[in-house]
Antibody, heavy 118, light 110 residues
Framework: QVQLVQSGAEVKNPGASVKVSCKASGYTFISYDITWVRQAPGQGLEWMGGMNVKNGNTNYAQKFQDRVIMTTDTSTSTAYMDLRSLRSDDTAIYYC???????????WGRGTLVTVSS | QSALTQPASVSGSPGQSITISCTGTSSDIGGYNYVSWYRQHPGKAPKLMISEVSNRPSGVSNRFSGSKSGNTASLTISGLQAEDEADYYCSSYTSSVTIIFGGGTKLTVL
């Protein structure tokens, strides 16, 4: 079945970087974009940005423009989200989602909890 | 850019209908038919319930329907069931080529 399997929980110190992976299966990886959405504890959903897997173009939310890099490895159908200069308010669950290209997300990963704490 | 505006909470009894509103601007909801709705149960990932204002994905109950008027989108759930108790989020494409979410609405089934 179509699924996105994300890497496990991470604990990072402030100022460090984190790289979350998201392995796709059950569909043709390059046929859909991959978007990243995060959710701080007890808070709502926040769009971080997305990537056109076919051509490699990225579109980041202005808030993360200077700190995030989204990449994919089409040979392994895996997407990556690299967030650097972590702060305590980056503590959140990070979801990778399949983006249909019509601004809706039909498949969600289970999420990766990233905790930033000294 | 501020989040779309949703009521913090709504409630209804089993069998009743409820509507959740989602208000934006002409730069997002009012400008595009790219409004989606997601349901999130506690501790779970969100699930797509409605796409492109009113399209229901395969497998989603026809008790769920979406609509839009001007800068406000709405999700209606008819025949409320206990399993509908969850958080609901709207989202929209924006003129800045981004996606914006609503703050979320907690639905309680009484």
């Amino acid at each position: 079945q179509v699924q996105l399997v994300q890497s496990g929980a991470e604990v990072k110190n402030p100022g460090a970087s984190v790289k979350v992976s998201c392995k796709a299966s059950g569909y043709t990886f390059i046929s859909y974009d991959i978007t990243w959405v995060r959710q701080a504890p007890g808070q709502g959903l926040e769009w971080m940005g997305g990537m056109n897997v076919k051509n490699g173009n990225t579109n980041y939310a202005q808030k993360f423009q200077d700190r995030v890099i989204m990449t994919t490895d089409t040979s392994t159908s895996t997407a990556y989200m690299d967030l650097r200069s972590l702060r305590s308010d980056d503590t959140a669950i990070y979801y990778c989602v399949r983006d249909t290209g019509s601004a809706y997300f039909d498949i969600w990963g289970r999420g990766t909890l990233v905790t930033v704490s000294s | 850019q501020s989040a779309l505006t949703q009521p913090a909470s709504v409630s209804g009894s089993p069998g009743q209908s409820i509507t959740i509103s989602c208000t934006g601007t002409s730069s997002d909801i009012g400008g595009y038919n790219y409004v989606s709705w997601y349901r999130q149960h506690p501790g779970k990932a969100p699930k797509l319930m409605i796409s492109e204002v009113s399209n229901r994905p395969s497998g989603v109950s026809n008790r769920f329907s979406g609509s839009k008027s001007g800068n406000t989108a709405s999700l209606t759930i008819s025949g409320l069931q206990a399993e509908d108790e969850a958080d609901y989020y709207c989202s929209s494409y924006t003129s800045s080529v981004t996606i914006i979410f609503g703050g979320g609405t907690k639905l309680t089934v009484l």
